[in-house]
């Protein structure tokens, strides 16, 4: 029958009729050997191969999507397939050996495995999105650790992925920096010298960082083994860029009940070191953080994340940078959301302050990606929040690569095929909330007219009866819990929270009874 009705076999050939051996059409074959090359991550999930990592792609295009999840935003913003995850994945199979003619035939080296990773985000969105779990971050972290080795890298590497030092340097004199960083001629040599691209303004350092003013508010460090204690992880960006958040956060913790504890010493969790592929330093400051941590550790104290992508790195990159390290796996164990602390281990009791408002939300990437969203959905509706959370994908900045010279075009153009526009349709009332510093930074920059706030903030300042709206009487009636929380509401905090209402926009203030 099917010679009759399709002489030419063009129809499924090699599939019911005179099928193909079993062995017989293999994308490798028998003989492939590729090479084992060593590598930084430990790809415990791919039996610690980088091979195995890259091959996790087999072609079935997810990423070449146009709508709805992360994956893959070059590829939504270029619709390129060298731009998308299968593109990548299929140069770095090329540079494996993937063939005999294969065109990439100088490694880690490679101009083109290179070029095709310059415009990954490193959003992690395919990590999630990819029906087999491509990590294309991790690969291109991979990737520039071995490309760069020995020799200089672009400026933005050591301007941006050494970023967390900078800041901590900028304390020396914070508003001297900022007048040096917006100066218009001093500026834009800046700019050039550190790699970013001119059509990007730098954030602003606070005044006075979070560790700051923690230090001079001068509470007892909490027993590690209290079950009511918790630590604050003092990322660089609610430290030394957004300090009222983490303020905000110290406020809503305390009210419901728990003791916070901030490390005394500067930590990080490497991020930007790993997302410039600087692994080796990266290392190094994991471990410096751990040895920080180890009390808390071995005491079994929930660690609290701000930061989306710190979050991430202490949930997966470190892992899978460090998969024989005890402590990193215990660290990895203990560290919580801010919103998943409060939803499952606040005492029955408590409950977080009624907002009453309608909310636009931007999931960060890394969030999307491995802690997922639903304490935080869970945590909105029970504030009161009627929260449209967007599936808009990618904010387009990316951390460091929305302002790396070259990629502006690109972060702006991913913006603006979903997140812009949906903050832009916000309505004037309501809030945008939005937990990672890029994605707040990007809606700030981006033309809308809006400044997003985190959670934290919004939760805070309806502690303190700021959001009160249309229902300030619930908002209004709240007490405080007998505790230092009371003379932090009035006093440092009742400041900070003021500035991030007239961030917010938020018009209608009240303060409590």
């Not at 079994?300 to 460090?322: H, K, N, Q, Y």
Request: hydrophobic letters at 40%.
């Amino acid at each position: 029958m099917k010679a009759l009705f399709d002489p030419g076999d063009r129809m499924n050939p090699g599939k019911v009729v005179h099928p193909n051996r079993v062995d017989g059409q293999l994308r490798l074959g028998p003989s492939w050997r590729p090479k084992t090359p060593e590598t930084h991550f430990g790809y415990p999930q791919d039996d610690h191969s980088f091979n195995r990592a890259v091959m996790r792609c087999v072609g079935i295009g997810n990423c070449r999507s146009h709508s709805g999840g992360v994956m893959c935003p070059s590829y939504r913003a270029t619709l390129e397939e060298e731009h998308s995850t299968r593109g990548r994945a299929r140069l770095l199979f090329e540079m494996l050996d993937g063939h005999a003619d294969s065109a990439v035939s100088d490694g880690w080296r490679s101009a083109e495995v290179r070029n095709a990773l310059d415009l990954c985000l490193a959003c992690k969105g395919c990590k999630s999105d990819c029906p087999t779990g491509v990590d294309m971050a991790t690969l291109k972290a991979e990737f520039l650790a071995h490309h760069y080795e020995g020799r200089m890298r672009p400026a933005a590497h050591y301007s941006m992925g050494w970023l967390p030092v900078w800041a901590r340097l900028s304390r020396v004199a914070p508003a001297l920096v900022n007048s040096a960083l917006h100066a218009p001629g001093l500026g834009r040599v800046g700019k050039r010298l550190a790699g970013v691209d001119e059509a990007r303004q730098p954030p602003v350092f606070a005044r006075q960082s979070f560790l700051q003013w923690w230090r001079r508010r001068g509470p007892e460090a909490p027993d590690a083994a209290d079950p009511r204690t918790v630590v604050l992880w003092p990322d660089t960006f609610s430290t030394y860029f957004h300090p009222s958040i983490a303020l905000s956060a110290v406020r809503v913790l305390e009210d419901a009940g728990f003791r916070v504890a901030v490390p005394d010493q500067p930590v990080c969790c490497g991020l930007t070191w790993i997302s410039t592929g600087q692994l080796p330093r990266a290392q190094k400051v994991l471990r410096h953080t751990l040895g920080v941590l180890r009390p808390y550790l071995e005491a079994g104290t929930p660690v609290i994340g701000l930061e989306p992508s710190c979050t991430a790195v202490f949930r997966s990159d470190a892992p899978e940078l460090m998969p024989d390290d005890q402590d990193v796996r215990r660290l990895a164990g203990q560290v919580r959301t801010f919103a998943e602390q409060l939803v499952h281990h606040t005492p029955e009791n408590w409950r977080p302050p009624r907002l009453d408002r309608r909310a636009t939300v931007q999931t960060h990437c890394h969030q999307h990606a491995i802690m997922k969203f639903d304490a935080d959905r869970e945590l909105m509706c029970r504030a009161g929040l009627d929260a449209d959370v967007l599936d808009e994908g990618c904010c387009g900045l990316a951390g460091n690569f929305g302002f790396e010279r070259g990629h502006h075009e690109v972060s702006v153009a991913v913006a603006e095929l979903g997140v812009l526009p949906a903050v832009r349709r916000a309505p004037e009332d309501g809030l945008v909330l939005a937990d990672g510093f890029i994605c707040r930074t990007q809606i700030e920059q981006g033309d809308t007219g809006r400044r997003a706030l985190h959670l934290a903030e919004a939760l805070a300042l309806g502690l303190e009866g700021t959001l009160a709206g249309e229902h300030p009487e619930s908002l209004a009636v709240r007490p405080d819990p007998p505790s230092r929380s009371s003379r932090w509401a009035v006093t440092a905090g009742a400041t900070a929270l003021t500035a991030v209402a007239g961030r917010a926009g938020v018009r209608s203030l009240r303060r409590r009874p």
